[in-house]
């Protein structure tokens, strides 16, 4: 469905089948789902068919490489061999329940999971490039004071074909099927929505694995960023598990603001953080680790902190991303004036980090850094009125 900006729908087959299930109750669905499996538990579940190996690697291929979304589009597998994998296996990708478009571009899309649970994606695109935003948790563990995300309870860990899911929504929604395409307008996956990805490690790790698969969607790892509140004994695995680029939500320099600020700060405080990023460079991913630091008007943004700023990160290969505060309804923070966010990166570019002003994108649709929640809300509340009027 075409949106204009500022619009949002909710789909309807969203509403008709919650209507369908109150009256009926919940289908059960005994198939075993593809989608999230590594390569070796396809193959695995593809042999209990007694079907040879080069079979998986086929539907393995249309599934990641070409976008398959049925059994049916698989014209390289027998015509009869179809609708057995068809009564054996699912092909699922969760549904949208609500899709908006903002003033500037950036898209969001709430989705539905199998047991009701909903998290949202939100891809922001440039010219001629540009990034997906991918959650890792239903609600978030962290409680982080400015995130609007944070107030939200979690809820559960998002299963790894939900997050590969995530991707393969986007790529059916923006038209980039199949997967090696000479170029890419999703060029990027920041894994920095919903949860903390460090604390859903496993689920994370095996979809990102899926992910940059060279004979499924071979995207680069190179192009892929994990965000972390600073989860100190999983950095390393990072590192070792995937190589992707790591990205720190630093937000303070000081430990009592942080500790308010990032309470998972009072578990791992920022030396210890600080710590683990420079032995991250011990793995085999030598990029440069990007400090995510928010700014909050008259609690971060001095130029003492900024100077504080310097002195912590030293003789860490690094560049620090400063992120206008976007503002929630209820939220006592404000952001820093645009003059003082200019000294603070003035006082980092001099020693020698680069230090860009992150450009707000969908703040309209409430789809910019931090601000992932109230679209789940809306959605609730429209569905529960729907049905008092039926």
């Known amino acids: 469905m075409a949106l204009k900006p500022g619009a949002h729908y909710i789909h309807p087959m969203i509403l008709e089948s919650e209507t ?34 080069f079979r998986a690697k086929q539907i393995w291929h249309w599934i990641y490489h070409r976008g398959a979304k049925s059994f049916d589009e698989m014209t390289t597998l027998a015509k009869s061999l179809r609708p057995l994998l068809a009564k054996q296996f699912t092909i699922h990708r969760a549904g949208i329940a609500e899709a908006q478009l903002s003033n500037d571009g950036t898209r969001k899309w709430l989705l539905d999971f199998n047991d009701g649970k909903q998290a949202e994606t939100v891809f922001i695109p440039e010219r001629d490039r540009g990034a997906l935003c991918i959650s890792s948790q239903v609600g978030c563990t962290l409680s982080c004071a400015f995130c609007h995300t944070g107030t939200q309870p979690m809820v559960r860990n998002l299963t790894a074909g939900e997050i590969v899911g995530q991707m393969m929504m986007a790529r059916d929604e923006i038209g980039e099927w199949p997967a090696a395409q ?29 992910i940059t698969d060279e004979d499924g969607m071979s995207f680069s790892r190179r192009r892929i960023t994990l965000s972390t509140a600073g989860v100190v004994p999983r950095i390393a695995d990072v590192g070792r598990d995937l190589g ?8 303070a320099v000081r430990d009592d603001i942080r500790d308010i600020l990032v309470p998972l700060n009072k578990k791992y405080p920022i030396a210890e953080v600080l710590d683990a990023c420079r032995a991250y460079f011990g793995s085999r991913n030598s990029r440069r680790i990007t400090f995510e630091y928010v700014m909050l008007k008259g609690i971060n943004d001095s130029p003492a902190d900024a100077r504080e700023l310097v002195r912590l990160i030293q003789g860490i290969p690094a560049k620090v991303n400063l992120i206008p505060f976007n503002a929630w309804p209820g939220v006592e923070f404000e952001c820093s004036a645009p003059e003082t966010i200019a000294t603070f990166a003035e006082i980092i570019n001099r020693a020698g980090y680069t230090s860009p002003v ?3 994108r969908g703040r309209d649709i ?4 931090g601000q992932l929640k109230s679209a789940s809300e809306q959605i609730q509340k429209s569905r529960r009125l729907h049905k008092k009027e039926e």
């Open 20 to 53: 369908m299930e109150a009256r009926n109750g919940p289908a059960l669905d005994t198939r075993i789902e593809l989608v999230g499996l590594s390569r070796e538990e396809l193959s695995n579940a593809v042999a209990e068919l007694d079907l040879p190996e």
């Open 182 to 210: 000479a170029t890419r307008l999703l060029s990027n996956i920041v894994m920095m929505g919903m949860g903390e990805p460090l604390y859903n490690y496993d689920n994370v790790v095996k979809a990102l694995r899926i």
């Open 244 to 251: 992707v680029g790591l990205a720190i939500s630093l937000h």
């Open 358 to 360: 992150r450009q707000p």
């Open 366 to 369: 409430m789809a910019a850094c």
